[in-house]
């Protein structure tokens, strides 16, 4: 049994526009590489950054004041061979993420796995809001 | 308001699908097909060789959790990607492996397309 609802033809449409505006091939290629996802705790930072492929010794990650800075080199892998199709990208990147609070410059730890670079970071002490004593 | 919660539904439900990149060459031997695949592990990636088609799919590990979640330039998505093959590849000889986000992919040529040396009798 079928109840023609109008809704739902206009739902349909607006997801065909939804769809269109919306729908990006996995990492916007606009974005300075890497692509990366910020999750923002109360006390600590969780950053994900997607490279494939690049090897530790080839990232560097650097804390100046309360930006961390993202940097290296992902060196092509071509082989001497006639290549039929040639889709991935190369070279050195350098991207720069404003952090919303200062962080604690010993407690920042730093995985790569699996191509995904994942960036832990905890709030700094002074950052925090103090509570003051009226004598 | 009623629009909001209908369109988050329907993306709950639509599964969406990120074609990988790749790189292609290939030799007299085989065919070397390079992905780049990051956040996927072993255990959630498929590799399948059917009729004329040759596809990759494979789910990232990364958490999705929208919790906390401020600020993102790419999205959790399963990869899927299909290449036709033609006959010229041995179907039972493809060696797959994933390093650090690459997946790489070894199809092997069959022996009737590769190149031969025909010995010249000598006759007088």
């Known amino acids: ?135 | 308001m009623m629009t909001e919660t209908n369109s988050k539904n329907i993306t709950e439900n639509r599964k969406v699908f990120h074609t990988p990149l790749a790189d292609i060459y290939s030799t007299e031997e085989i065919y070397s097909v390079k992905l780049e695949v990051p956040g996927v592990t072993k255990e959630n990636l498929n590799v399948v060789i059917e009729d004329d088609e040759l596809k990759i799919s494979a789910e990232s590990s990364i958490e999705e959790s929208e919790k906390d979640l401020k600020y993102a330039e790419f999205s959790i998505k399963n990869f899927s990607r299909t290449f036709r093959v033609g006959n010229d590849v041995d179907r039972s000889k493809i060696d797959a492996k994933l390093d650090n986000g690459i997946l790489t992919l070894i199809l092997h040529k069959s022996e009737e397309v590769k190149p031969k040396k025909i010995a010249i009798n000598q006759v007088n």
């Open chain 1, 1 to 135: 049994m079928y109840t023609y609802n109008m809704f739902n033809d206009m739902i349909k449409l607006r997801t065909l526009f939804d769809d269109f505006f919306d729908t990006k091939p996995g990492y916007e290629a606009s974005r300075e590489f890497p692509p990366v996802q910020i999750h923002e705790g109360d006390d600590r930072i969780i950053i994900h950054a997607l490279v494939p492929g690049i090897k530790t010794e080839n990232i560097d990650i650097q804390l100046v004041d309360d930006n961390l800075v993202i940097s290296g080199e992902k060196k092509d892998d071509y082989e001497n061979h006639p290549y039929i199709r040639k889709e991935r990208l190369f070279g050195e990147f350098k991207k720069t993420i404003r952090l919303p609070y200062r962080v604690k410059h010993d407690e920042i730890k730093a995985d790569l796995a699996n191509g995904v670079l994942t960036i832990n970071l905890s709030k700094s002490e002074d950052a925090k809001p103090k509570k003051i004593e009226i004598n």
